[in-house]
């Protein structure tokens, strides 16, 4: 029984809770290696959507044939993957002129023909 007299109407709304702790731990520490790296919100300027996936491939591939940790970072490989898919959803749909994955323009591709 919930014993709770407030209304919130936020049943609809993504519960963060549900990620582990772990993965944002790992997504935060290759975000902060990219801040001392390049400058805090970096990736904001624009990075295409592909590099930031094939990125996220070499890491989830080094992370399986390699090593688990990032040789120069010392970071989780998975955690890297996390941030670059994380960047990758933000240009999806901040800056959707840097999306250039192919179900995105295989159209353009066959009008060029």
Request: proline content about 4%.
């Amino acid at each position: 029984m919930d014993s709770q007299g407030g209304a919130k109407n936020d049943g609809a709304k993504p519960d963060l809770g549900l990620i582990p702790i772990e993965a944002l731990e790992e997504c935060a520490k290759a975000f902060m290696y990219g801040e001392k790296k390049y400058h805090r919100y970096n990736f904001t300027k624009g990075i295409s959507v592909n590099r930031l996936l094939a990125a996220s491939l070499r890491h989830i591939n080094q992370s399986i044939w390699e090593s688990e940790n990032d040789p120069e970072s010392g970071n989780n490989h998975l955690g890297h993957a996390l941030a670059s898919i994380s960047m990758a959803l933000y240009m999806a749909k901040h800056r959707p002129d840097l999306d250039d994955r192919y179900i995105k323009v295989k159209d353009e591709l066959k009008d060029s023909k």
